[in-house]
């Protein structure tokens, strides 16, 4: 268990329409990233959140958008969903004071129909 | 544009013998590198990580090795075990004064299957 939580772990929706995930960093993270993980793609990173401030984007799409709340849980919101935005979608969260590594979540897997 | 490739998509290792996988890198701008490990249903979970200035970081049965002429980097485990069937993700982020300080940059993976 990494400690980085994400709902819900499944969510099937239709195209048009928007959906929400959620994730928790661990306990003292203030960094959290956003990854999608697609069958052609593989895991590509997406948008990073620092303490509430949007502090680097990825090749997210122009539907897509984040924001990292006060108590440093953030939401990924996907819009005008199309068929191609079926994925896993990760969260992930660093520990700051000059580590690298990022602990994952478990992961929403998002099926578009 | 793939700047990080894994070019075995698969390996089969018996069990006690010795996993090698590879990764090589095009972007000379990397300034640390990670492997990550993921079971199915699972999200990616960290396993060692080096930076640019060292050749090699040993953590119990796994080591990485950097050769940075070559750019170039290999994971090894050694004892293999059947608990470590599952794939193996490298990744490389720029450095901490970059702006891709962060992004990581994700190979494709490589399916290890330890037998008994």
């Known amino acids: 268990d990494s400690g980085v939580t994400q709902t819900p772990k499944h969510l099937i929706t239709a195209t048009g329409q928007r959906v929400t995930l959620r994730c928790s960093p661990r306990?003292?993270?203030?960094?959290v990233y956003w990854y999608q993980q697609s069958l052609d793609q593989g895991l590509q990173f997406l948008i990073q959140?620092?303490?509430?401030?949007?502090?680097a984007k990825g090749n997210i799409l122009e539907r897509f958008s984040a924001q990292q709340f006060p108590d440093l849980h953030s939401e990924l919101n996907l819009s005008s969903l199309e068929l191609g935005d079926s994925a896993l979608y990760f969260c992930?969260?660093?520990?700051?004071?000059?580590?690298?590594?990022?602990?994952f979540g478990p992961g929403t897997r998002l099926t578009v129909t | 544009d793939q700047q990080v490739k894994q070019n075995s998509p698969s390996l089969s290792v018996q069990e006690g013998r010795i996993s090698i996988l590879n990764c090589d890198y095009t972007?000379?701008?990397?300034?640390?590198f990670l492997w990550y490990k993921k079971y199915p249903a699972e999200g990616p979970t960290f396993l060692i990580s080096?930076?640019?200035?060292?050749d090699k970081n040993e953590d119990g049965r796994f080591t990485v090795f950097l050769n940075k002429s070559a750019k170039h980097l290999s994971l090894h485990i050694v004892p293999s075990q059947p608990g470590d069937s599952a794939v193996y993700f490298c990744?490389?982020?720029?450095?901490?004064?970059?702006?891709?300080?962060?992004?990581?940059?994700f190979g494709a993976g490589t399916q290890v299957v330890v037998t008994p």
């Open positions: 080096i930076s640019s200035i060292k």
């Open positions: 959140y620092y303490n509430g401030e949007e502090r």
């Open positions: 990744a490389a982020s720029g450095a901490m004064t970059t702006d891709s300080w962060g992004k990581l940059q």
């Open positions: 972007n000379s701008m990397f300034d640390y």
């Open positions: 306990s003292g993270d203030l960094s």
């Open positions: 992930a969260s660093n520990p700051g004071q000059g580590r690298y590594e990022q602990y």
